[in-house]
């Protein structure tokens, strides 16, 4: 896995930006900013996985669910995300956590730099002055590392998430090789590439997973890639590495 990481991590370099590394307990981040921002973003981290660790021990079905829960009702922001998330994806809120996590530290690193970006698992928040492309690892497909999405300059935040049933250590119940999903909420990002992965056995399922997709609120962009099949919707740019 960590060798895994290693490979996506090379593949949304920024120039200009300086990249980072941040560890607390489980969570592992990959950062880039206008500066180093070590500090803050420990801080930072604290804060949302004690939001997290208080919910699960109130309720601990948030942490085991595979569906979506009811509303918490007045909670921290990152809880609401994440149940939110789930509702509109289908499934349970712990699908979002990577997401969420990249957002929550992402927002308040805003504070202190106009560019960023939070990579956790796989999972992107960005906020960049510039166009993105971005590569996608898609495990043993022949398109993995040949494959990038570029997404144009943006003025406010927006994320791309991808989960995969073939790589990594995340759950999964379905096949594809990579989905990659774009959102302006990273939560959600994550949450419906979970979902749409779910429903990818073979390269045939990949026009009802789009269809799929495309139904969910608030996804803006998705790509499919299973084998060495691959599906394009919405608003990004496929671009050959």
Aim: one cysteine or more.
């Amino acid at each position: 896995m960590f060798e895994n990481r290693k490979i996506y991590r090379v593949c949304h370099q920024k120039q200009g930006l300086v990249n980072f590394n941040v560890t607390v307990k489980e969570t592992n981040l990959n950062i880039q900013a206008d500066s180093d921002l070590s500090e803050q973003a420990v801080r930072s981290i604290l804060k949302h996985r004690h939001y997290i660790e208080n919910h699960i021990a109130r309720s601990p079905r948030f942490a085991h669910s595979l569906t979506p829960l009811p509303d918490p009702g007045i909670a921290p922001k990152i809880i609401s995300e994440m149940t939110m998330a789930a509702k509109t994806a289908g499934v349970g809120p712990m699908a979002a956590v990577a997401g969420a996590v990249a957002q929550s530290v992402g927002r308040d690193l805003l504070q202190c730099s106009s560019n960023v970006l939070v990579e956790n698992g796989g999972d992107i928040f960005i906020k960049s002055d510039t166009h993105t492309i971005f590569t996608i690892y898609a495990g043993s497909s022949p398109l993995s590392m040949k494959t990038g999405i570029k997404v144009g300059r943006r003025p406010v935040s927006f994320a791309m998430c991808t989960s995969s049933g073939t790589v990594g250590h995340s759950k999964s119940f379905g096949k594809a090789d990579a989905v990659s999903v774009l959102a302006d909420c990273c939560a959600l990002a994550d949450a419906a590439a979970t979902a749409i992965c779910n429903q990818v056995q073979t390269p045939k399922d990949i026009e009802k997973a789009i269809v799929s997709g495309r139904r969910m609120s608030g996804v803006q962009g998705l790509v499919i890639i299973s084998g060495k099949h691959i599906g394009l919707w919405g608003g990004l740019e496929l671009v050959k590495l």
